[in-house]
């Protein structure tokens, strides 16, 4: 009982700070400008590479994601380096990055996308933050992103279809995360991708059967993606059986000296294992 009462609804605090932090944001570069700035990106580079195709295409369906900290675990890897482990990603044979930006929370920054695309970075990169407000989707294009992550939770139903509308004029696509059944009419907004968090929000407790559970709810031919809680290349090879098209990944990467051998020795593992069961020949892959 006692447990309860001291636990806060992260999820809650997080979208509170984030409403203040935008407010800053704006009045220290009102979206008039921001806007300008973005036009310029979108006149040199309209567009950018698709997440979708990427995990549709992929034999991993790996989104490896950067993260230094997070609220349950604090620091994971604080010098890690974006434009280092980003680019040893790509080498690994990840289908596609996720880049936190939100800097009170998970010590990330807007800079690290740039910095990443500056090394030469050419994956999708997922613009990973708790998006309440059309000034953060112009900030993600502006850094580079490719993707913007859109939490269900975080958002009223017309919130959605506004902020998904806005990021596909600004040439980006949007992972829609869900983690329960009371979600699921968020689905039916046709996001590019339909993301399943196993992780709760209000208290960050960890369930990888949730998007075994979920599976059967989302349309077959939607783009789905398991997110948070995966540690193992079986896993992985479950929630491919299961329908599932792309797996983000942090933490297991992040906690390692080197992020981008753990992820080459991941996929190298899940390779082998699905030889073992024989899941390539089942679905038509290589191997």
């Not at 990840?94 to 920054?109: H, M, N, P, Q, R």
């Not at 030469?120 to 992550?149: H, M, T, W």
Request: net charge negative; with cysteine; aromatic share 6%.
């Amino acid at each position: 009982m006692l447990e309860k009462i001291v636990m806060k609804d992260v999820l809650e605090e997080i979208v509170a700070w984030k409403r203040l932090e935008v407010q800053r944001f704006r009045q220290a570069l009102p979206l008039a400008h921001l806007e300008k700035m973005v036009q310029k990106v979108l006149d040199e580079h309209p567009e950018t590479p698709s997440m979708r195709e990427a995990l549709m295409t992929s034999t991993t369906g790996i989104i490896a994601e950067f993260k230094r900290k997070s609220p349950s675990k604090g620091w994971i890897h604080q010098e890690a380096r974006p434009e280092v482990v980003t680019l040893q990603y790509q080498e690994a044979g990840a289908a596609a990055v996720s880049i936190l930006t939100d800097e009170k929370y998970f010590g990330g920054s807007d800079s690290f996308i740039v910095e990443a695309r500056k090394a030469g970075l050419e994956l999708p990169v997922l613009y990973k933050n708790f998006v309440i407000d059309e000034y953060q989707l112009f900030q993600a294009r502006a850094c580079g992103a490719s993707a913007v992550l859109l939490i269900a939770a975080d958002l009223q139903l017309h919130e959605c279809r506004e902020l998904m509308r806005l990021a596909h004029d600004l040439g980006m696509e949007v992972l829609l995360e869900m983690h329960g059944e009371r979600e699921l009419d968020y689905a039916a907004l046709e996001p590019d991708i339909c993301g399943i968090n196993n992780r709760n929000l209000g208290s960050f407790i960890t369930d990888v059967d949730n998007s075994f559970r979920m599976a059967r709810n989302l349309p077959k031919e939607v783009c789905k993606v398991s997110e948070s809680g995966i540690s193992t290349p079986d896993v992985v090879t479950s929630l491919k059986l299961a329908g599932y098209n792309g797996f983000l990944i942090g933490e297991a990467f992040m906690k390692a000296q080197e992020p981008g051998e753990e992820l080459r020795k991941f996929i190298q593992e899940m390779v082998k294992h699905q030889q073992e069961i024989g899941y390539g020949k089942e679905v038509g892959m290589d191997g």
